[in-house]
């Protein structure tokens, strides 16, 4: 496994919003977690990348483990996280905020190629590179932050319900690009809110509910299943 | 005589600058108003004269000059700073003023209160440009304060650190979600801010030669004024402000005389407030170049 997430348990305080979750994620995969708002799946990203310390459990990343490693560690070894509502810096160009994702890397050669790569692929974002990133819209934040992920090298990017405030034409665009990203063999831990477009790309998928993961398999084995429904829901389905 | 003024302003000026500087580049990364800056002023003041009656060569009192401010602002760093990191906004900012007391007393206890006059043979060269008379250490010390900030939007502007502090003074989340090891750069603004400090100080005995444990507090008001009249955050502002503080300082002294000093600084510090509550140049962030 690329990242194994063993018995992991999360608290801010006296909320327990992560209790003895188990995720993993193997080489090259995508896979999906779903859950209704306040499930924990963010706190579960959160912990995986270093920015909460959880409580309990195992972060094992590339076959080490990464439980007491720093944030820049994780980066540094492949993990990287495009967080719930972006996170761009607008203070900083649209061309900083890449350099940004690179952060940590010396090969600015390569960096500069692959800046230049994604101005293609995205060429909204390549017209306005020196400007502040507070101008783009939506759907090309929503680019940039999957750009500056990439940036980091990573061999396995998570995301945080990147499909948020996009029109369903960019949700449309969106799964497309991470689709062709995959396919370059970097794996993907989603979570999202979109049930059903989650599941279309995905491989394997967890559904949590009130911390815990209460199902988890293929996304034929879950759609098949009404618990789905009822934990997307939050209308509590127990496992 | 309008543009001697102008000239003797602007070499006072340059000192306020500097503090300037230190105090609006803390606040714009870091949110904080650090007192000790004052302190640290007066203490490289001090030491620049202990340090030339002691016969050190000019050269390396400058170099000792800077490493101690930044030695000190790493200390208030490593003591108030970081222990008070999950504390609200005033405890480093009460911590810092200790600082600012506990350097003082210290000069106090080792040198007393004596103002210290500093015998510098070089201190009194000048030339003469179209009628005006030019203090060569002067203008030394306004070219080293625009040249140092200069630096210093260069660094934010174009290198990896400066994005990165960019990015912490934006949000400090974001930053290590991006892999700044934020509790290591950190320093580095302080570093940054001592050296500034120390060089202001180092200028102020060089061109006034005469130091006294007190001479922090009058230069911490007219820097934190002219941080406000340029805009939070702001360092060319800071600059600006230094500036126009040193002009209307200078103006006010020979037109209305030492008595009009306050007033005119204070009420011009409260007109810009009026019509501009940002500041001269005001944005946010110690970016803005
Ligand atoms: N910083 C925080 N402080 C306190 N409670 C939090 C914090 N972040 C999240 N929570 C709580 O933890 C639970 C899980 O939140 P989160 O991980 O954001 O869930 P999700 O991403 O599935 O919506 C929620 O009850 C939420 O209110
Ligand atoms: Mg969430």
Known sequence: ?239 | MFGQQVVNGLMLGSVYALVAVAFTFTIGILNFLNFSIPGIFMVTGMATWAMLKAGVALPIVVVLGLALGAALSFLVERFIFRASTHSDHYVPLVGSMAFLILFENLVLIRWGSDLQRLELPFADTSMRIAGLVIGIPQVIGLLLAVGAVWALAAIMRRTRLGRGLRTIAENPETATLLGVRVGRVVPTVFIIGGVFTALAGLLFAVNYQQVSPFMGEEVALKGISAMVIGGMGNIWGAILGGLVIGVVETAAITWFGARAVDIGVYGLLLLILFFRPTGLLGGHAGERA
């Open chain 1, 1 to 239: 496994m690329l990242l194994d997430i063993q018995g992991l348990s999360v608290r801010y305080g006296r909320i327990a919003a992560v209790r003895d979750a188990s995720v993993n994620v193997a080489e090259g995969e995508v896979v999906a977690v779903l859950g209704a708002n306040g499930a924990g799946k963010s706190s579960l990203l959160k912990a995986a990348i270093g920015l909460v310390t959880p409580n309990s459990g195992h972060i094992l990343f590339a076959g080490s483990d990464a439980t007491r490693w720093s944030t820049a560690q994780r980066l540094a070894n492949g993990l990287v996280l495009v967080p719930e509502g972006r996170r761009i810096v607008m203070s900083l160009t649209v061309e900083e905020n890449l350099l940004m994702g690179a952060y940590a890397r010396r090969d600015l050669e390569a960096v500069r190629k692959e800046i230049g790569v994604i101005y293609e692929r995205f060429p909204n974002l390549g017209e306005r590179r020196h400007m502040l990133a507070s101008v783009l819209s939506g759907g090309e934040l929503q680019m940039l932050a999957i750009g500056r992920g990439a940036l980091a090298r990573p061999r396995l990017m998570m995301l945080d319900e990147p499909s948020l405030g996009l029109s369903p034409r960019l949700v449309q665009e969106l799964f497309r690009h991470l689709v062709e990203i995959n396919r370059t063999g970097l794996a993907l831990l989603l979570v999202e809110q979109n049930t059903r477009k989650a599941l279309g790309i995905a491989s394997r998928a967890y559904v949590m509910e009130l911390g815990r993961v209460v199902m988890s398999g293929t996304p034929g084995e879950l759609l098949a299943d009404d618990r789905l429904e009822a934990a997307y829901l939050g209308t509590g389905a127990k496992a």
